[in-house]
């Protein structure tokens, strides 16, 4: 199985602005994108995590929750309040009720629209998604911003009609 592994170089402060409906760990240290069939799949690796069973990217130290959030904002337009009411990213496995490795599904919108999106489009909902981060007191730097969303948009691409969906691991 490939990784790629990638530090966004994240200063946060540590503070859950408690935005977010269910509880999570503010800063994610290991953050694993994969393509699975199904939920269940999905699911099968919380425990261990997706590199046995499927390819993945790796990333660090940001709040994935809250930047699955961001990024459907940005490139869909729905606000980041409406989307956490529609209870996004769905939770596909958290055995440690947010305490341990969980998995999380992208949503459809947000599997669509990475993979749907240029590079203009990529850097500009960076650029955005740094901004953000940046009003919150976080630090990123613009290019590694750029390549995770790159490399996710990538990812997404390559579901293509394979009726897979893009889930994500986190611990």
């Not at 699975?36 to 425990?47: F, L």
């Not at 969303?149 to 293509?160: C, E, Q």
């Amino acid at each position: 199985m490939t990784a790629v592994r990638l530090t966004a170089g994240v200063v946060a402060d540590g503070v859950n602005e408690g935005r977010l409906s269910r509880q999570h760990a503010p800063v994610s240290l290991i953050i694993k994108f994969f393509v699975a069939s199904d939920d269940e799949a999905a699911a099968a690796v919380v425990d261990r995590g997706p590199d046995e069973a499927f390819e993945s990217l790796v990333f660090g130290n940001f709040d994935i929750e809250e930047a699955m959030i961001e990024w459907e904002s940005i490139l869909t337009g729905r606000s980041f309040e409406e989307l956490v009411e529609a209870d996004e990213p769905a939770v596909v496995a958290d055995p440690s009720d947010g305490e341990g490795p969980m998995v999380l599904a992208a949503s459809k919108a947000l599997q669509d629209a990475l993979a749907a999106a240029d590079l203009p489009r990529l850097v500009e909902v960076s650029e955005l998604w740094v901004q953000e981060r940046a009003a919150k007191g976080e630090v990123f730097d613009r290019e590694v911003a750029t390549k995770i969303l790159g490399d996710l948009a990538g990812l997404a691409r390559s579901v293509g009609g394979r009726g897979s969906s893009l889930y994500c691991w986190v611990a």
